[in-house]
Every structure is written in structure tokens, then in C-alpha cells.
């Protein structure tokens, strides 16, 4: 088996990203034949145009992937940006991508309700990630439930590009870990940076102490039962627990924790979870050669899985 997880540098990773994609990641690096993890800078300029601050999300997401336990000898990890056939495929699929499919596009919609520029980068987003899917001969890409369209889109079209050239692209299949799939954000909609509503994995402990103070709740009292199944404040926690460290939480919550408190041990938790990451993180820092060597090493190996199916694909068309 053969799994691609993409991850665009726009911002610090935050829980949504650790439980919604990275774990999953982590699993599939025991068991799959092959896994890829890219950082999809290219998708990136989209909404990041500050070249320092693009540069600094860069090299933050790779010490991230490595704290957090992806093993480079076992994943590739690379940058979309160091692989060339990524917008050399997206061009090539976009001459069969239907405009209905793109316009269809959910995120795109909600990206400029949020005030995004409506660029025609943005709108053709889903078609650079479908290259960036196909390139690798991906079998399943792990994502959540807001990506699941995009992921279709990949499906629908290789679909299209293998019904009119034969059958050059592999169609790859959607996986949602169902129970994680969207993590809700400080403000209760889905985490994620567009919206600013995120908790970091890793950072200064006192911004990210602040922003769980800052989860959202209803108006009961301190002493009040409160349902844990429409508490934010739970719902990102109970991502931490097992299932009977669950129940006893949400017992908890019935029985009339306050929300002080229930952000307080939603803290303690993050703290001990992340402890030994961070502590890994701080030393991959101080040790730049290092990484650059991981992320180049990555890169090289990318390309050469990438220019086996841009030559399938060229000469299907009829470009060689």
C-alpha cells in the first residue's frame, strides 16, 4: 500500500493537523510499503505572501514532522516546491479537469467568504493537489472530512485524463479516520489557520495555555451539568484520551465541572502529551545541517518516483 499526506505551510501546525492527518500518518509509516509525506509550499502562495515568513513555515513544518515521530528512513518526506513535475502534471490535468468540477469546489467558496483572494491559483487548487496526489501511484490518502471533496476531484480526474489516454494514472481512495476527522477549533467551528481559531502542537506555552482559556463555552454555571458531546472545550480533549479516560472525563463534565477547569486539564494533558516532542523538536533545532540533509535527501527521492510518471504520462499524450 502506497500513501501521499500533504501539508501546506500557512501557519504553525495545530492539534487539528496532529489528530486529523499527522497521527494517521504516523500509523500508516508502520505499515504501508511506501508513504509520502510532501509540504505543499506551492499551495501555500495562495495565502502566504510574505517570502521570510513562507520560509520560516517551511522549516517549521519539517522539525514538526520529525518531533513528532516520522522516521525519514521509512517516509519520504520533501517539498512540493523541489519537485518541478508537480506543476508540470497540474497544467497537463487541467486540460481535461472540467470547469463545473472546480466551480463545485466547497473550500474555494469558503476561502473568499473568509477573504481570501479569489485568485485563479485558489480556484484551481484542487487540480495542482491532484497532481500532487497522482505523481506518486498513491493507493489511499489519508484526510478529513473538508478535504474529502478534494480528494474526489483528484479521483474524478484521473478518471477523466485515463478514460481518453488509457490507463496511465493511478485512482486513489480516500481515508477518514471517522472519530478524529474534524477537530473543532477555539471558536467551535473546524480548526484550522484560515480562520485563526487554532492551538499550536508546539510553541511558547503561554500562547497556547491562552488560547485553551479561550475555547468557547455556553452560559451554565461552574457547578452546572454540562453535556460533553456540545462542549468544545471536551470535544478536543477527548482526541488526547482513551476510551475509558473518556468516560470518565465526560462523567465529569455531567457531574458539574466548571469550564476552568475543564481547560485546565485539557492544558495538563496537552503539556504531558507533547512534552517529549517538544524536547526532540528543540534539539533537531539547534542542529540545521542535519535537517537540511533529511529534507534534500526527501526531495531527491521524490523526484525520482515523480519523473516515472511524468514519462508514463508524456508519453501518453503525445508530448515524447
Request: glycine content about 6%; hydrophobic content about 40%.
Amino acid at each position: 500500500m502506497r500513501v501521499l499526506a500533504g501539508y501546506q505551510p500557512s501557519g504553525s501546525f495545530h492539534l487539528g493537523n496532529y489528530f486529523g492527518s499527522i497521527r494517521p500518518i504516523l500509523e500508516f509509516q508502520k505499515k504501508s510499503d511506501a508513504v509520502f509525506v510532501m509540504i505543499a509550499d506551492m499551495h501555500a502562495l495562495t495565502t502566504v505572501h510574505d517570502s521570510d515568513q513562507l520560509r520560516k513555515f517551511l522549516r517549521d513544518a519539517v522539525l514538526d514532522f520529525l518531533a513528532c515521530g516520522l522516521d525519514p528512513q521509512k517516509t519520504v518526506l520533501f517539498r512540493q516546491s523541489e519537485v518541478s513535475m508537480h506543476a508540470e502534471l497540474a497544467w497537463i490535468l487541467s486540460t481535461v479537469a472540467p470547469m463545473g468540477l472546480l466551480e463545485r469546489a466547497v473550500s474555494y467558496k469558503d476561502k473568499v467568504e473568509k477573504g481570501i483572494d479569489a485568485t485563479v491559483g485558489l480556484f484551481t487548487y484542487p487540480v495542482l493537489q491532484a497532481a500532487d496526489i497522482l505523481l506518486y501511484d498513491i493507493d489511499v490518502v489519508p484526510v478529513g472530512k473538508d478535504q474529502q471533496q478534494h480528494l474526489e476531484i483528484a479521483r474524478d480526474i484521473a478518471i477523466k485524463f485515463n478514460n481518453r489516454f488509457g490507463d496511465v494514472l493511478r485512482v486513489p481512495k480516500a481515508a477518514i479516520p471517522e472519530d478524529v476527522a474534524v477537530v473543532p477549533g477555539t471558536d467551535g467551528q473546524k480548526m484550522s489557520k484560515s480562520y485563526g481559531n487554532t492551538i499550536p502542537i508546539f510553541g511558547d506555552e503561554k500562547i497556547i495555555k491562552k488560547a485553551i482559556m479561550g475555547i468557547v463555552t455556553d452560559s451554565k454555571g461552574p457547578t452546572e451539568p454540562k453535556d460533553p458531546n456540545t462542549s468544545v472545550v471536551y470535544q478536543i480533549h477527548k482526541n488526547f484520551l482513551d476510551e475509558a479516560t473518556r468516560w470518565g472525563v465526560a462523567k465529569e463534565y455531567e457531574q458539574g465541572l466548571s469550564y476552568g477547569d475543564a481547560k485546565k486539564k485539557l492544558f495538563e494533558t496537552y503539556i504531558d502529551h507533547f512534552q517529549k516532542m517538544r524536547e526532540k523538536r528543540a534539539e533537531l533545532e539547534s542542529n540545521p545541517a542535519l535537517v537540511e540533509k533529511i529534507i534534500a535527501d526527501g526531495d531527491a527521492r521524490a523526484r525520482a518516483t515523480a519523473q516515472k510518471t511524468m514519462d508514463a504520462v508524456k508519453e501518453a499524450v503525445g508530448l515524447r
